[in-house]
C-alpha cells in the first residue's frame, strides 16, 4: 500500500536534505552540484525542484531546522529549571550536546564561513536566532534581579565566540574531542555566571 502523499513529499524532502549533507561533508559545501544531490537521493531534477530553488535553499534550510532543534531542546530545560544560575550553565551543555549529537550538520557549519555572500547573510541568519535566544534569556536574569546589570547584547556574543572557537577546534582543527569541547564551553561558563550573578 503507497504511503500517503502527505508523507511521500516529507520523506522526500528529509531525503534530500539527507543526501545534501552528506555530500557537503564529503565533497565541500562548494564543491558539491545540485546535479549530484539529486542522483544521490534517486529523485528526479523536477522533483528536487518542488522543494529547493537551489543549493543555498538546502544550506537555508538545514541552518534554520537546526537553529530551530538547538533553541529547542534549551527552551524544554528552561521551562523546568527555575535556578538561574544553574539554568545559564546547563542551557550550554545542552546547546553543545545539540551540536555534539549533529556532527555532519556541525561539520557544515563550521566550514561553509567566506564561501559566498549569501551564504555568510544565512550564517548571519542563523546565529542572529542564537543571539537573540542568548540574549533574552540573559535579560530575563537581570529583569529577575539575579544578574547584574551588563549588556545581554555584549554577553551573548561572547557566548557564541567561546562556542564557535570550541567548535571549530573540535570539528576542523580536532584539537579537542566531543566531550572535553562540551566540558571546556561548561567551565567557562562557570566562570561567566561568578560575574553575572549578584553577590
Known amino acids: 500500500m503507497p504511503l500517503p502523499e502527505e508523507k511521500q513529499n516529507k ?11 552528506d ?10 552540484t545540485v546535479r549530484e544531490v539529486i542522483a544521490k537521493s534517486e529523485i528526479g531534477t523536477g522533483t528536487f525542484y518542488n522543494y529547493f ?8 534550510t538545514l541552518l534554520e531546522e537546526f537553529a530551530d532543534q538547538i533553541i529547542s531542546s534549551v527552551k524544554n530545560y528552561y521551562t523546568k529549571e527555575k535556578d538561574l544560575r544553574k539554568r545559564f550553565i546547563e542551557t550550554k551543555r545542552l546547546n553543545m550536546e545539540a551540536f555534539a549529537q549533529n ?16 551564504i555568510d547573510n544565512r550564517l548571519k541568519h ?36 567561546v562556542e564557535k572557537y570550541l567548535l571549530y577546534k573540535w570539528i576542523v582543527l580536532k584539537t579537542i574531542g566531543k566531550e572535553e569541547m562540551i566540558e571546556m564551553v561548561v567551565t567557562i561558563h562557570e566562570m561567566m555566571a561568578q560575574g553575572l550573578l549578584k553577590k
Not at 11 to 21: D, K, N, P, S, Y
Not at 103 to 118: F, N, P
Open 11 to 21: 520523506e522526500r524532502r528529509q531525503r534530500i536534505l539527507e543526501c545534501a549533507v
Open 103 to 118: 556532527e555532519k550538520l556541525t561539520e557544515i557549519y563550521c566550514r561553509v564561513a567566506g564561501v559566498s555572500d549569501v
Open 126 to 161: 542563523f546565529e542572529d536566532r542564537l543571539i537573540e535566544f542568548f540574549t533574552k534569556n540573559i535579560e530575563y536574569g537581570i529583569k529577575k534581579g539575579a544578574f547584574n546589570d551588563v549588556s545581554a547584547v555584549s554577553v551573548a556574543y561572547a557566548i557564541l565566540a
Open 23 to 32: 555530500l557537503f561533508v564529503e565533497k565541500g559545501y562548494s564543491n558539491t
Open 53 to 60: 530553488s537551489d543549493k543555498e535553499d538546502i544550506l537555508k
